[in-house]
């Protein structure tokens, strides 16, 4: 299956400032995106999705994706200590299945 | 409305031994997929089902299989356990299948000794 890159971290960012995530894609037949936040020892949470070129916003929240570039973000603003998570990047193949990247660890430094 | 439900929580066994596990999908969400997850290799899918039929299968042996009843619950079973079979199994459920994102249970820890 294509992967869905992502780095590792861990990704420190003061606390009220902009957090930026990225990952990176390999299938252009990709149609959907998702950003989850999984806390340790739970189980990933939808963030947001986003399946148009260009940005889309939800309060601190931003989904950024290029599609001729293969390349979706998210942007967190305000960042806050409960922000320190590992968010997973995923996208939605050909086949309907979602492929997950492994994840970025935030970490927010207050 | 009640979330995606998996029983059991934590589940110990032993090599060689099978395990079956269960998921209830939210409300009127007729797609169920797998995912197994470990700290080397993150979320690896498992397979998905839609309707009692499995869509898609991931790159896991045989000893995986799963299916999906009318009611749209499903179960996953894993026979001649390993010990690399420990891990976290999370089931998800969506609405339907195009652009529809997933929503998580909250998972059956595998542990096998």
């Known amino acids: 299956q294509k992967e869905v890159e992502q780095n590792s971290g861990p990704l420190s960012v003061p606390e009220g400032a902009i957090a930026s995530l990225n990952c990176t894609y390999s299938?252009?037949?990709?149609?959907?995106f998702f950003w989850y936040r999984q806390y340790s020892g739970k189980s990933p949470e939808l963030i947001m999705f986003i399946y148009s070129n260009g940005d889309k916003e939800d309060g601190r929240f931003t989904a950024q994706l290029n599609k001729a570039s293969q390349y979706v973000s998210l942007l967190i603003r305000d960042s806050q200590p409960s922000d320190s998570a590992t968010y997973l990047c995923?996208?939605?193949?050909?086949?309907?299945?979602?492929?997950f990247g492994k994840g970025t660890r935030l970490h927010i430094l207050p | 409305k009640a979330g995606v439900t998996q029983t059991p929580r934590y589940l110990i066994k032993t090599r060689g031994q099978q395990v079956t596990l269960s998921c209830s999908p939210i409300?009127?969400?007729?797609?169920v997929s797998w995912y197994q997850q470990t700290p080397g290799q993150g979320l690896q899918f498992l397979f998905e089902y839609f309707s009692e039929t499995q869509r898609n299968k991931g790159n896991f042996p045989g000893r995986f299989s799963g299916r999906q009843f009318s009611n749209s619950r499903s179960e996953m079973n894993v026979s001649t356990l390993e010990l690399g079979d420990s891990a976290l199994y999370l089931c998800?459920?969506?609405?339907?299948?195009?652009?529809?994102?997933?929503?998580f249970g909250n998972g059956t820890r595998l542990t096998v000794t």
């Open positions: 299938d252009r037949g990709s149609q959907s």
């Open positions: 998800a459920s969506s609405l339907s299948l195009q652009n529809s994102p997933l929503h």
């Open positions: 409300s009127g969400h007729r797609s």
């Open positions: 995923a996208r939605r193949d050909r086949d309907d299945k979602i492929i």
